[in-house]
């Protein structure tokens, strides 16, 4: 039953990638640096979430 709430690593890997995607996209028509930090640590989200499923 607890198990029933708590998330999979791999959904928690998925919403955190989302929001960075989310974060770069925003930041992208103000602060292009920044949007291409975001990016990157999100493709490393991204690669972990590939090596696990």
Do not use: C, G, T
């Not at 770069?24 to 690669?47: D, G, H």
Request: glycine share 0%; no cysteine.
């Amino acid at each position: 039953m607890i198990k029933f709430f708590k998330k999979s690593n791999v959904e928690s890997l998925q919403r955190k990638y989302d929001k960075l995607m989310h974060e770069a996209y925003v930041l992208s028509k103000s602060n292009p640096e920044e949007s291409m930090k975001r990016q990157v640590q999100a493709l490393e989200v991204q690669r972990d979430i590939l090596s696990k499923s």
